[in-house]
C-alpha cells in the first residue's frame, strides 16, 4: 500500500508508527556522555549510526511497511527544529530538561508504573519565557539528514516527522522586550518559513510521507491550558485559527508528500499533560487541516468516544491510535476489532486504520514499557490490519 498521495481515493496505508522507539542502553549512554563532555560529536554519531541500522533492519524484519528511524539522533521529538539561529536558548532550555530527567533515571529514581498527570507546571518545555532574540533562519537542515541515512538503510518507506509551528510559538515570550519579534503572526510567519524549507528538502530527496506532531491542539479542550491561554490575554478560537492556518501553510503547494498530523495529550515518561475530548475542535480541526493522515490518540477513556469522527471529511485517513505506548500491558485483537467496529459507525472502515497512540519514547528516557511489550504490540497492530483489511 503506498501513501504517495493526499489526492482522494489514493491507496491507504493501514497501519503507521508516530516515530520514536525506546533508546537502547548504549545510545542513552553515550548521550549522557556527549552531554557530560565525556566523548565528542563524532563518537556520539557512530553511536547513533549504529542504533540506527540496528533498529531499521529489525522494523524491516518484522513486516512494517512504513519505518522510522526511532528519532535516535534527537533527544526529543521536537528537536526537528532544533538547528534554527533564534532557537538557542529554546534548544538549550530543552536539553537541561532531558539531562536532569536522564540524570535521574542513571541514579536509580523510578518512573511511574502506571501513566500518571505531573505536577501542573511540573515539566518546564510546558511553560512561556523564552525570548526570540535572533530572527529565526535554517542553519541546518537536521530532519533532511535524518531521512537519507534511514532512506539508505529501508527495504520500506521512511517517513519523517517534525513538529508543529504552534508548539514552537507556545515556548516563547513574544511580548519580551528582548523579543526581536513584536507580533506573534511575525513569529508565525518566520516559523513557517523555515519549515517549508526543512519540508522542501525532503521532498527533493523523495521523502514520501512526513508527519507533523501537533501537541497543541489538545490544549484547546484541557481546562487548564484554556484557562491559561486566558490569563496570558490570548483568545483561544483565534490562536486555534491561527495554529491551523500556519499548519496549512506549511505543506501548502507540496502535492506529491502525504502529510499527517498527530495529536496526543502527552506522552513523557508514561505520564499525560491533558484532558479532554476531541467534541469541542473537532469539526474545525478534522476538516480545517489541510492534511491526508490525522492520528489520533485514543487509547484511554481520556479520548472520549470516536463521534468526533463523523467530522472527518472523506479524502482522508483517520489513524486510530488504540495501542497504548505508555504501559507493557498488550492489548487484543478482539479489543482492537471491537474499537475499530465502534469507529466505523462514524467513519467508514476505508478512512480508518491502525497504530499505537504515540511514540515509545518522546525522549532518550522513554517511557514505562519493555521492548519486548514494544515489538508485541506492533505484532499486534500488523496482526489485526491484515485480518481486518488485507495485506
Same mark, same amino acid.
Given at each position: 500500500?503506498?501513501?504517495?498521495?493526499?489526492?482522494?481515493?489514493?491507496?491507504?496505508?493501514?497501519?503507521?508508527?508516530?516515530?520514536?522507539?525506546?533508546?537502547?542502553?548504549?545510545?542513552?549512554?553515550?548521550?549522557?556522555?556527549?552531554?557530560?563532555?565525556?566523548?565528542?560529536?563524532?563518537?556520539?554519531?557512530?553511536?547513533?549510526?549504529?542504533?540506527?541500522?540496528?533498529?531499521?533492519?529489525?522494523?524491516?524484519?518484522?513486516?512494517?511497511?512504513?519505518?522510522?528511524?526511532?528519532?535516535?539522533?534527537?533527544?526529543?521529538?521536537?528537536?526537528?527544529?532544533?538547528?534554527?539561529?533564534?532557537?538557542?536558548?529554546?534548544?538549550?532550555?530543552?536539553?537541561?530538561?532531558?539531562?536532569?530527567?536522564?540524570?535521574?533515571?542513571?541514579?536509580?529514581?523510578?518512573?511511574?508504573?502506571?501513566?500518571?498527570?505531573?505536577?501542573?507546571?511540573?515539566?518546564?518545555?510546558?511553560?512561556?519565557?523564552?525570548?526570540?532574540?535572533?530572527?529565526?533562519?535554517?542553519?541546518?537542515?537536521?530532519?533532511?539528514?535524518?531521512?537519507?541515512?534511514?532512506?539508505?538503510?529501508?527495504?520500506?518507506?521512511?517517513?519523517?516527522? /517534525?513538529?508543529?509551528?504552534?508548539?514552537?510559538?507556545?515556548?516563547?515570550?513574544?511580548?519580551?522586550?528582548?523579543?526581536?519579534?513584536?507580533?506573534?503572526?511575525?513569529?508565525?510567519?518566520?516559523?513557517?518559513?523555515?519549515?517549508?524549507?526543512?519540508?522542501?528538502?525532503?521532498?527533493?530527496?523523495?521523502?514520501?510521507?512526513?508527519?507533523?506532531?501537533?501537541?497543541?491542539?489538545?490544549?484547546?479542550?484541557?481546562?487548564?491550558?484554556?484557562?491559561?491561554?486566558?490569563?496570558?490575554?490570548?483568545?483561544?478560537?483565534?490562536?486555534?485559527?491561527?495554529?491551523?492556518?500556519?499548519?496549512?501553510?506549511?505543506?501548502?503547494?507540496?502535492?506529491?508528500?502525504?502529510?499527517?498530523?498527530?495529536?496526543?495529550?502527552?506522552?513523557?515518561?508514561?505520564?499525560?499533560?491533558?484532558?479532554?475530548?476531541?467534541?469541542?475542535?473537532?469539526?474545525?480541526?478534522?476538516?480545517?487541516?489541510?492534511?491526508?493522515?490525522?492520528?489520533?490518540?485514543?487509547?484511554?477513556?481520556?479520548?472520549?468516544?470516536?463521534?468526533? /469522527?463523523?467530522?472527518?471529511?472523506?479524502?482522508?485517513?483517520?489513524?486510530?491510535?488504540?495501542?497504548?505506548?505508555?504501559?507493557?500491558?498488550?492489548?487484543?485483537?478482539?479489543?482492537?476489532?471491537?474499537?475499530?467496529?465502534?469507529?466505523?459507525?462514524?467513519?467508514?472502515?476505508?478512512?480508518?486504520?491502525?497504530?499505537?497512540?504515540?511514540?515509545?519514547?518522546?525522549?532518550?528516557?522513554?517511557?514505562?514499557?519493555?521492548?519486548?511489550?514494544?515489538?508485541?504490540?506492533?505484532?499486534?497492530?500488523?496482526?489485526?490490519?491484515?485480518?481486518?483489511?488485507?495485506?
Amino acid at each position: 500500500m503506498s501513501v504517495r498521495s493526499n489526492a482522494p481515493g489514493s491507496a491507504r496505508l493501514r497501519v503507521d508508527i508516530v516515530g520514536s522507539f525506546l533508546r537502547p542502553a548504549g545510545l542513552k549512554r553515550a548521550f549522557a556522555d556527549h552531554a557530560n563532555g565525556l566523548i565528542d560529536d563524532a563518537a556520539l554519531r557512530r553511536e547513533q549510526d549504529q542504533a540506527i541500522r540496528d533498529l531499521v533492519a529489525e522494523e524491516d524484519r518484522r513486516g512494517l511497511p512504513v519505518v522510522t528511524d526511532g528519532e535516535y539522533r534527537r533527544s526529543n521529538f521536537m528537536e526537528s527544529f532544533r538547528d534554527v539561529a533564534g532557537m538557542a536558548g529554546w534548544a538549550a532550555r530543552l536539553r537541561a530538561s532531558l539531562s536532569a530527567a536522564a540524570s535521574q533515571e542513571n541514579a536509580g529514581e523510578s518512573k511511574p508504573a502506571t501513566p500518571t498527570k505531573p505536577t501542573p507546571g511540573a515539566n518546564p518545555m510546558h511553560r512561556l519565557g523564552e525570548p526570540a532574540t535572533e530572527r529565526l533562519r535554517l542553519i541546518d537542515n537536521g530532519p533532511l539528514g535524518e531521512y537519507e541515512f534511514a532512506r539508505g538503510l529501508a527495504r520500506s518507506q521512511v517517513k519523517m516527522s /517534525l513538529i508543529n509551528v504552534d508548539r514552537l510559538v507556545s515556548g516563547f515570550d513574544v511580548g519580551d522586550p528582548a523579543s526581536v519579534y513584536e507580533t506573534a503572526e511575525e513569529f508565525v510567519a518566520d516559523i513557517v518559513a523555515v519549515q517549508r524549507e526543512i519540508v522542501e528538502g525532503l521532498r527533493a530527496s523523495g521523502c514520501p510521507y512526513i508527519q507533523i506532531d501537533g501537541p497543541e491542539y489538545t490544549a484547546f479542550v484541557d481546562p487548564p491550558s484554556l484557562a491559561a491561554m486566558e490569563e496570558r490575554g490570548e483568545v483561544p478560537l483565534e490562536r486555534l485559527e491561527r495554529a491551523i492556518a500556519a499548519d496549512n501553510a506549511v505543506i501548502e503547494g507540496f502535492t506529491d508528500i502525504t502529510f499527517g498530523m498527530h495529536l496526543c495529550r502527552g506522552n513523557r515518561h508514561s505520564k499525560w499533560h491533558r484532558e479532554g475530548f476531541y467534541d469541542a475542535i473537532a469539526e474545525r480541526v478534522f476538516s480545517g487541516l489541510a492534511h491526508g493522515r490525522l492520528l489520533l490518540e485514543y487509547d484511554d477513556e481520556r479520548s472520549g468516544d470516536f463521534r468526533p /469522527l463523523r467530522f472527518v471529511p472523506k479524502d482522508k485517513t483517520v489513524v486510530l491510535g488504540l495501542i497504548t505506548t505508555k504501559t507493557s500491558r498488550l492489548e487484543t485483537k478482539d479489543e482492537l476489532k471491537r474499537r475499530i467496529e465502534e469507529a466505523s459507525a462514524y467513519l467508514p472502515a476505508e478512512q480508518l486504520a491502525l497504530s499505537p497512540q504515540c511514540g515509545f519514547a518522546s525522549d532518550i528516557v522513554g517511557n514505562v514499557i519493555t521492548e519486548d511489550a514494544q515489538w508485541r504490540k506492533l505484532e499486534l497492530m500488523l496482526e489485526t490490519a491484515d485480518e481486518i483489511w488485507g495485506s
